[in-house]
């Protein structure tokens, strides 16, 4: 490790102050270099104590004089991985992070299980037969009961080869995320909730649940509103509804 | 400037089977310390507490109370006396593994640091094993407040990175750690059953100079193991596929 690298040269600085009573200018070179000797003679000290000292000295002065800064906005980039079994998808998370599956009992926000109400298509894989209309209305209404706690949605998007994705991510604590994947002739959403699977499928194959998605900004749209809806916004779960009963009617 | 690893890992796995986000290993800097002492560590200190018989285990990690500002400024102390007479362990290393900021930063989710050459009594097969020395992963409650997916396997990440130090300076992959007993049992059923590590007797030599007692509080990984755990982050290497 180069110790001082990455150490802030003001800190050096201040520390040294503090402790011999001697300034350096950091910001010139050769007192920068006189000033990391000085503290590598410090920190290297074969007795303990000093070097509890100079530690002491660095923790008290870096807590003087830097402010806490706010927490930084963090997307995370998404891409494929190994497919992993539902069994080994509850192994490795953080503690208190474990995801509630539909086959276990429900836990802290009683979420809804997508799978109770029929939605059993794995995501990228075979599709499955839609839910109908009255399925989704059942979904949603307990969506809306069960799931406030969303943040508002980020949208990513990223190329795969000659596919688009976009995912929609939400939000800890449900972990909630919306993925649409527009391939040549295919856009396909799948709507995860505590890592139970809730999908819709937006397709142009048979069994579609709505098929007039022809551009992203149309599955972005649509997938709004099925946030929202789960947000808990009656007009938007309203409006997801009409769409899904429109797409399911041609 | 110290380079970053050779190999690795650049993506984990999120909850979502097939979906891996991704990540990055950079060397730790002293913002990152400031970043887990402010945002991290009151998170861990305010929802988790130290071993004890009567709490329940999701509440238990040894972190708690932690300083990884100190953790920094103690790794490089140490290798500021790695040139004294009689030590023979090679300089530390702080490490992260992390996400990007729309700032172009990093947040760290996993804080290491590492002696990658530890002279120890251990290792069977050379006189050097990297040894992790301090190693925190990010609680839940941090996924929670940046609005993100937990990542999976952020501790044996943390885990690989110490192994892959080791290897970047030259030591067979041997890995050593000292398992806090404030982590309680839970912890090391976690080296022991899911890194498939080696629970060191009671009854063994110290394994250095220095640490003299409480051995079967350590653990070990062969070369051979290191070379079995490390594989399962092959695919996890590379960005894409």
Known sequence: MNAFDNLPTELIGLVLKELTGKTYDVHDANSLASAKSAFKDLLSSPEPEMLQRVIEAILRTSEKTESTSRLPSVELRLMDGPRETEEELLEDLPSRARPVLASQSRTRHQAVSPRELGFEAPAFGPRQPSPSVEQWEEFLLLAEKNIRTLSPYRRNERRNGDRVVLSWEHIAPNHEMVEIQRGQNVATAHFVFESAYVYFILSSEENVIYHSVATIEEADGFAKHVIKAFNGERDSANLALASIREAIAH | ?241
């Not at chain 2, 310390?33 to 009567?54: E, K, T």
């Not at chain 2, 100190?70 to 007479?85: D, E, K």
């Not at chain 2, 009689?86 to 989710?109: C, D, F, M, W, Y």
Request: aromatic share 10%.
């Open chain 2, 1 to 241: 400037m110290l380079a970053t690893l050779k190999n690795p890992i650049k993506k984990l796995p999120t909850p979502i089977s097939g979906i891996s986000a991704e990540v990055t290993v950079q060397n730790m800097k002293w913002e990152h310390a400031v970043f887990w002492h402010n945002h991290v560590q009151p998170l861990i200190d305010g929802n988790y507490q130290h071993y004890q018989s009567n709490i329940p285990e999701e509440n238990v990690r040894a972190d708690v109370g932690w300083n990884w500002k100190s953790n920094y400024l103690y790794a490089i102390a140490h290798t500021c006396s790695t040139p004294f007479p009689g030590n023979h362990s090679g300089p530390a290393r702080a490490l992260i593994v992390g996400v990007r900021t729309k700032q172009g930063g990093e947040v760290p989710l996993g804080m290491l640091t590492v002696v990658p050459k530890f002279f120890c009594r251990v290792a069977a097969t050379s006189e050097t094993c990297s040894f992790a020395w301090f190693l925190s992963d990010a609680p839940a409650e941090l996924y929670d407040a940046l609005q993100i997916q937990p990542l999976r396997k952020m501790a044996m990440s943390l885990l690989d990175t110490a192994i892959q130090s080791g290897l970047d300076d030259g030591t067979d992959g041997q890995l050593l750690l000292h398992a806090d007993p404030a982590g309680g049992k839970k912890l090391q059923r976690f080296y022991r059953d899911r890194c498939k590590m080696i629970q060191l007797q009671d009854q063994s030599d110290p394994v250095s100079l220095l640490r003299r007692t409480g051995q079967d509080e350590y653990f070990y990984l062969s070369s051979e193991g290191s070379r079995v755990f490390t594989a399962q982050f092959d695919a996890y290497r590379e960005p894409e596929g």
